[in-house]
């Protein structure tokens, strides 16, 4: 059976973790309970030789033979600027794996075991330190936190990997008829859908009503947003209902309440009378998660000589109803982890913004305008987040610009702009590697640029800038125009509106900027306002810091 490409299952969860950290530039280590040593960092050139070198790999094996006695694993500063992350895998009670990460904070190059490290390995020192540099993004206080997130992380990948397993097993048993067995596949088809389980419900219920005798079939979930998540209050039928919409989602949910995880209820009588079936029998089969029942499949009015409901209805209906609980735990899963890794981005763009308090929550304002600019044009919703994404992360560059520079009081001198221009492409390089963001690089790499061509960093104009640029382009320079800069005072918003109708066609792309016109402001203002509260009490930063 197919594995859910969304969350990279095709690798076991502790490749998926190792090259996670990798895109995050921790290099890892992977031994097994006994010591002896599985896996090592995979990264190359210069950082590579160093993380391997005999002083770094023999300080790594002794930290985690140090832990093989632990029953509480701690981040540890193995010298100044170089902390282990240990992340377990345990099956029961017992430990079978210990990963260890590598994360470094600016501090590392003032430390005399950075020298000895490369010495060790007879490595340039020069060399190793702007290799490493763009690695040395770590702050000592957010250490903590990130191994709880590498922790949480490797917990979620093994859950899903555990959830692909399930699935797989569950499709070898299904074979007890061909159009069990169809049936199976074409749902297992939608099982990649992750950010949309309404969807998979919805196809569920469709599935079902095209293989099996009722006259249609629905699903109900309880309100409880807590364990049916997304899923909570939804209803989805298909077919013709024997009663209104509303007679079926009162009647639905009170047999809910009444049913228990694995145990089907054939209904006829009364109870089926609530579903306006008078002489047939009405099946309802539990969705369940971690022993709750958040919701049930239901068929109605079955269509043929014999009205009673049958052993291979009844397992196909309970068939769907297992693939839909693992679809709705692991969305709930992809949901958990899309906030984490988002929740990561936005500390570490936060903490590019709190360099200067001129720009605190400018990355997040400029993401959110830019979400709003691109449903505007027409976008899909799943269009519409990536360019909130890569609003987020279009000044990541500045990471790689002098502090100098970036809070300089007044305009900035020729040379000084030339390394601010610079940013873009800094960016790009920064994020070229992370496949999860792979789609958005066309945002950083050219939101400086214009529509007449006079623009940076490769001076592309009209249509040949990709339409993900010439949106964050406008909501950055939306955003800076509003925003008190060191230089200048902020414009008020009249003044603002004005100069972006004046420059489209020229900054600007004009239908873009006709959009943009449009748009309601008011959410963007609730924003300036908690920012500018911010600033005040200092631009708050959580998580991963640059």
Same mark, same amino acid.
């Given at each position: ?10 690798? =076991? ?54 832990? @093989?006695?632990?029953? +509480? ?12 992350? =240990? ?9 079978? &794996? ?38 040395? !993004? ?8 990130? *191994? ?29 008829? /061909? ?5 199976? /596949? ?11 389980? #309404? ?44 009663? *209104? ?11 809910? &309440? *009444? ?26 089969? =539990? ?35 297992? /693939? ?5 735990? $692991? ?5 958990? +982890? ?22 605190? @929550?400018? *990355?997040?304002?400029?993401? +959110? ?51 601010? !221009? #610079? ?25 400086? +640029? ?33 925003? $008190? ?46 920012? #500018? ?14």
């Amino acid at each position: 059976m197919t594995t859910l490409p969304a969350h990279n299952q095709t690798l =076991p969860a502790q490749l998926a973790l190792r090259d996670r950290c990798h895109a995050l530039g921790m290099p890892v280590w992977r031994f097994a309970a006994n010591g002896k040593v599985l896996a090592g960092p995979i990264e190359s050139g210069p950082f590579g030789d160093w993380v391997r070198s005999p002083m770094i790999t023999r300080m790594v094996a002794d930290a985690a033979a140090q832990w @093989g006695d632990c029953e +509480e694993l701690e981040q540890r500063e193995i010298f100044p600027g170089c902390w282990l992350v =240990p992340v377990e895998e345990r099956r029961r009670r017992r430990r079978l &794996s210990l990963t260890i990460g590598l994360a470094l904070t600016p501090e590392v190059f003032q430390a005399e075991q950075f020298l000895a490290a490369c010495s060790s390995a007879s490595l340039d020192a020069e060399m190793v330190r702007r290799a490493i540099s763009p690695h040395a !993004k770590y702050e000592e206080h957010c250490i903590a936190g990130l *191994s709880s997130v590498l922790r949480w992380m490797n917990e979620d990948l093994s859950m899903i990997s555990s959830h692909a397993l399930n699935i797989e097993t569950l499709s070898r048993q299904l074979a007890e008829s /061909y159009e069990e067995m169809s049936l199976l /596949y074409r749902l297992r088809e939608f099982m990649s859908e992750l950010a949309q389980p #309404q969807r998979f419900v919805r196809q569920a219920c469709f599935e079902l009503h095209a293989v099996l005798p009722f006259r249609w079939i629905g699903a109900r979930f309880v309100d409880d947003k807590r364990h049916a998540r997304v899923l909570a209050g939804r209803s989805f039928t298909s077919g013709e209902l024997t009663c *209104s919409t509303e007679m079926f989602e009162r009647a639905a949910l009170k047999i809910i &309440s *009444s049913l228990h995880p694995g145990r089907s209820l054939v209904m006829s009588g009364e109870d089926a009378a609530a579903f306006g079936v008078e002489h047939a029998q009405v099946l309802a089969h =539990p969705i369940s998660l971690s022993g709750t029942v958040i919701g049930a499949i239901f068929a109605g009015e079955k269509d043929s000589e014999d009205y009673e409901v049958t052993n291979i209805e009844l397992k196909m209906v309970e068939a769907a109803t297992g /693939y839909v609980a693992i679809l709705a735990e $692991n969305a709930g899963l992809y949901e958990d +982890e899309r906030s984490m890794f988002l929740g990561l981005l936005r500390a570490l763009t936060a903490s590019i913004d709190a360099k200067d308090p001129y720009t605190c @929550g400018h *990355s997040e304002r400029v993401a +959110e305008l830019s979400a709003d600019l691109a449903r505007a044009a027409g976008m899909s919703e799943a269009q519409v987040e990536r360019v909130r994404i890569a609003g987020l992360v279009h000044d990541i560059g500045k990471i790689g610009v002098p502090e100098a520079v970036l809070r300089k009081p007044g305009r900035l001198t020729d040379e000084e702009f030339g390394m601010m !221009k #610079q940013h873009p492409e800094i960016g790009y390089r920064i994020l070229r590697d992370i496949p999860q963001l792979e789609d958005v690089l066309p945002g950083v790499l050219h939101h400086h +640029e214009r529509f007449d061509g006079k623009g940076y960093p490769h001076a592309l104009s009209g249509d040949r800038t990709p339409l993900m640029a010439r949106i964050i382009a406008l909501a950055d320079s939306f955003d800076a125009m509003s925003s $008190n800069r060191t230089y200048r005072s902020a414009l008020n918003r009249q003044s603002v509106l004005a100069e972006i109708e004046k420059c489209a066609g020229t900054q600007f792309d004009p239908q873009l900027a006709h959009l943009f016109l449009g748009l309601d402001l008011s959410e963007y203002d609730e924003m300036v306002a908690r920012h #500018q509260s911010q600033t005040e009490s200092g631009c708050g930063i959580t998580g991963v810091a640059a």
